[in-house]
Nanobody, 124 residues
Framework: QVQLVESGGGSVQAGDSLRLSCAAS????????MGWFRQAPGKEREFVAA????????SYADSVKGRFTISRDNAKNTVYLQMNSLKPEDTAVYYC?????????????????WGQGTQVTVSS
């Protein structure tokens, strides 16, 4: 079992930056690929970014490529999402997820553990 706790969300203006953190506990963090997903009101949960077990491979949704950066610190059992040049359409609840395999994936059904989410609101 893996427990995930997100933090760092908030309300910002368009063009601002935020860094989300996800602290993991329970199992060997470095065994897991990690992902960030988001869900806006009335929409399905969508992929944002993923990272493999070592941090050597990352994947991004086209909508955030070049603006968001996913990273991990296995010594701190934490994964991060640095979000720059935020847009109003980035407004959503952001979820951290862990996959019981080291290879990164882009689908919600590939992930086995989820955090409770953190709200990000971007106003124009």
């Amino acid at each position: 079992q893996v427990q995930l706790v997100e933090s760092g969300g908030g309300s910002v203006q368009a063009g601002d930056s935020l860094r989300l953190s996800c602290a993991a506990s329970g199992r060997t963090f470095s065994n897991y690929a990690m992902g960030w997903f988001r869900q806006a009101p009335g929409k399905e949960r969508e992929f944002v970014a993923a990272i493999n077990w070592s941090g050597g491979y990352t994947s991004y949704a086209d909508s955030v490529k070049g603006r968001f950066t996913i990273s991990r610190d296995n010594a701190k059992n934490t994964v991060y999402l640095q979000m720059n040049s935020l847009k109003p359409e980035d407004t959503a609840v952001y979820y951290c997820a862990a996959r019981s395999f080291g290879v990164a994936a882009r689908n919600t059904y590939d992930y086995h553990y989820w955090g409770q989410g953190t709200q990000v609101t971007v106003s124009s």
